[in-house]
């Protein structure tokens, strides 16, 4: 670490080092899933190099500044995640009659429901207010992935919106997560590629 300091040289060497135990650090912790350490290590990943360059020798290992570090990042990153999800969760239960609700309606291009297409029985005993229509299309934008030309006229007769609101809402969504989800496939891929070699004969020799 002091060497790296000194001559910047050895970082990618000091990164893949340290990245099995970032990515590790809050299943230890917390006990977090696969996908919720991914999103951890790739919050983590752009400070790498501050924390390395901020680190001072001062008598004790690198290794406690290092667990300092992360639980410091560990803490913010769950109270941030805690509270997108209950904002989510409040977001969800808002009143049809509050105005910030018309306010929301508004801005999502509120429209009739379109006559025309006819809700199968089991969606149309379950929506029955403005609240539901609402809710229904939070969830149905969470798959935004999924929405398209075939199944847009049925979402936008469940959440009463247009639907080529509902088609414009879910191309956007999409490409807002974009770069954080090629960030994510990206470390998957490494992730992968590094277990399969630690396996034996999984590494590849190299001409």
Same mark, same amino acid.
């Given at each position: 670490?002091?060497?790296?300091? +000194?001559?910047?040289? #050895?970082?990618?060497?000091?990164?893949?080092?340290?990245? &099995?135990?970032?990515?590790?650090?809050? +299943?230890?912790? %917390?006990?977090?899933?696969?996908?919720?350490?991914?999103?951890?290590?790739? !919050?983590?990943?752009?400070?790498?190099?501050?924390? *390395?360059? =901020? !680190?001072?020798?001062?008598?004790? &290992?690198?290794?406690?500044?290092?667990?300092?570090?992360?639980?410091?990042?560990? =803490?913010?990153?769950? @109270?941030?995640?805690? =509270?997108?999800? @209950?904002?989510?969760?409040?977001?969800?239960?808002?009143?049809? #009659?509050?105005?910030?609700?018309?306010?929301?309606?508004?801005? *999502?291009?509120?429209?009739?429901?379109?006559?025309?297409?006819?809700?199968?029985?089991?969606? /149309?005993?379950?929506?029955?207010?403005? $609240?539901?229509?609402?809710? !229904?299309?939070?969830?149905? %934008?969470?798959?935004?992935?999924?929405? #398209? &030309?075939?199944? $847009?006229? *049925?979402?936008?007769?469940?959440? #009463?919106?247009?639907?080529?609101?509902?088609?414009?809402?879910?191309?956007?969504? =999409?490409?807002?997560?974009?770069?954080?989800? *090629?960030?994510?496939?990206?470390? @998957? $891929? @490494?992730?992968?590629?590094? !277990?399969?070699?630690?396996?034996?004969?999984?590494?590849? /020799?190299? &001409?």
């Amino acid at each position: 670490m002091l060497l790296y300091q +000194k001559t910047r040289e #050895g970082l990618h060497d000091i990164v893949n080092a340290l990245a &099995p135990r970032v990515y590790q650090f809050p +299943k230890r912790k %917390m006990g977090w899933d696969e996908d919720a350490c991914g999103e951890f290590y790739v !919050f983590v990943h752009p400070r790498l190099i501050r924390l *390395l360059d =901020r !680190f001072n020798d001062q008598g004790k &290992p690198f290794e406690s500044y290092l667990s300092a570090v992360l639980n410091w990042q560990l =803490r913010n990153f769950a @109270r941030d995640r805690k =509270r997108g999800e @209950r904002s989510w969760n409040v977001s969800l239960r808002l009143d049809a #009659g509050d105005p910030e609700a018309q306010e929301t309606r508004e801005k *999502l291009g509120s429209q009739p429901v379109a006559e025309s297409v006819c809700l199968p029985a089991d969606i /149309a005993t379950l929506i029955k207010s403005e $609240a539901d229509r609402r809710n !229904f299309l939070f969830l149905a %934008m969470k798959c935004a992935r999924t929405i #398209g &030309p075939e199944n $847009a006229p *049925l979402l936008a007769a469940v959440s #009463g919106v247009d639907e080529n609101r509902i088609l414009g809402l879910s191309a956007l969504l =999409r490409e807002m997560r974009a770069p954080r989800e *090629l960030r994510l496939e990206i470390f @998957r $891929a @490494r992730r992968n590629r590094a !277990f399969a070699q630690s396996r034996p004969g999984g590494g590849c /020799a190299r &001409p």
